[in-house]
């Protein structure tokens, strides 16, 4: 009689076009034995995972064009409550992970009425957000402790992380396992052209990329307005989904300072294929304007993808982000966000990028550290979730 893998649903309020953290847990699933299927808010970014995983899409346009505001977000969240419930109990799954806290309420119901283990992924601080998607904290966050004290396992992205949420969450911090948001180690075979090729850069071109999310906070009007600081053979490429007003804000700065020709605005590329479309640049940018706990102790990926990569990078200055830059000898801190600042930070990267061993000696430090996805996936997933 032939063996029908068992279920696991990975619940999640974004898309797999944004969430690779969510493509990497269904990868992880489908190796272990499981049938994984990915229940999103949005669609798209379903193709990089293969025909073998199901992706349910739980949004619906007649939400997304309400009018945004406290009553719209409730009416809208509590309809994707209700679908994710639906679509997972639906499946009988053997395992429910939900990344990060928006799809709780789903998960915990789902897994209880289907009998399921819960593995609660926790990526950003939410108790430090302001907004209609909080409110009223009080209650998100007793709701919150109650599903964590439910939950098999419990993962976040750092050990700072891990104290935070301990405190927070009424946990020992060690109930809370760190799974770093690491690239793959073996990278999804797609066909996709260089970021170089795209924006025509020649052989002399010096290119600076930013990928990730174009809005405010990450420091992008100054390191565009940064560019006249430079030597004219530097080239900045920022590739991400943009937002219309941050764009216009970007292009204007451009013109004003004379840069125009040297300053690109690229469309997003599955977060997955960012190490291979971003591995002939020279200089990568991870920088984030401390507004908030979240921003000022960042935990990003994008360090991690450019260190796969080889490509040295001019980050933010934090505990985690200093802890790694250090570990690697990956790139160059900055605490001011100013233009001056950055400019200097890309010159003593390229001063050190002369010599080829540097990104060598990058992307072996991370090997060498087992900075990657498959190296947690055989440790933490392996040991926690239940056996197909």
Same mark, same amino acid.
């Given at each position: 009689?032939?063996?029908?893998?068992p279920t696991a649903v990975?619940?999640?309020?974004?898309?797999?076009?944004?969430?690779?953290?969510?493509?990497?847990?269904?990868?992880?699933l489908a190796e272990a034995g499981y049938r994984p299927v990915a229940a999103v808010r949005f669609p798209g970014g379903g193709d990089v995972l293969g025909s073998a995983v199901s992706v349910r899409v739980l949004g619906s346009s007649w939400t997304e064009r309400l009018r945004k505001g406290p009553l719209s977000w409730s009416i809208t969240y509590l309809y994707l409550t209700v679908r994710a419930i639906v679509e997972t109990v639906g499946v009988r799954p053997r395992l429910v992970i939900c990344v990060d806290r928006p799809m709780m309420p789903a998960a915990l119901l789902s897994a209880l009425l289907s009998r399921a283990a819960l593995h609660y992924d926790i990526q950003e601080l939410w108790f430090s957000f302001r907004g209609p998607s909080n409110w009223p904290r009080w209650l998100w966050s007793m709701f919150e402790r109650v599903a964590a004290d439910r939950a098999l396992l419990i993962t976040c992205t750092d050990h700072q992380r891990r104290q935070i949420?301990?405190?927070?969450?009424?946990?020992?911090?060690s109930r809370i396992q760190v799974v770093p948001n690491v690239p793959l180690l073996a990278s999804v075979p797609r066909s996709l052209p260089s970021l170089r090729t795209e924006?025509?850069?020649?052989?002399?071109?010096? !290119?600076?990329c930013y990928a990730g999310s174009v809005s405010e906070g990450r420091a992008l009007a100054e390191t565009v307005q940064a560019l006249h600081l430079l030597p004219p053979h530097f080239r900045l490429a920022i590739v991400g989904h943009p937002s219309g007003e941050c764009v216009a804000r970007l292009r204007k700065i451009a013109t004003r300072w004379g840069v125009s020709r040297r300053f690109h605005l690229l469309p997003p590329v599955h977060p997955l294929d960012v190490p291979a479309y971003v591995r002939y640049t020279d200089c990568c940018l991870a920088l984030y304007v401390p507004d908030s706990l979240n921003s000022a102790s960042p935990s990003p990926s994008?360090?991690?993808d450019f260190a796969m990569s080889g490509i040295p990078t001019v980050?933010?200055?934090?505990?985690?982000?200093r802890e790694i830059v250090d570990d690697l000898n990956c790139g160059e801190l900055i605490s001011e966000l100013t233009p001056t600042t950055i400019a200097a930070a890309i010159l003593r990267v390229a001063a050190r990028s002369t010599s080829s061993s540097w990104r060598e000696q990058i992307r072996a430090s991370v090997v060498a550290r087992r900075l990657y996805w498959e190296a947690?996936?055989?440790? !933490?997933?392996?040991?926690?979730?239940?056996?197909?």
């Open positions: 009689m032939r063996h029908t893998p990975v619940l999640s309020h974004s898309s797999l076009t944004v969430e690779h953290r969510v493509c990497k847990f269904v990868r992880s949420l301990g405190h927070a969450l009424n946990l020992p911090a924006i025509g850069a020649t052989n002399g071109d010096f !290119v600076i994008k360090l991690f980050a933010s200055d934090g505990p985690f982000v947690h996936q055989s440790t !933490v997933m392996a040991r926690y979730w239940p056996s197909p």
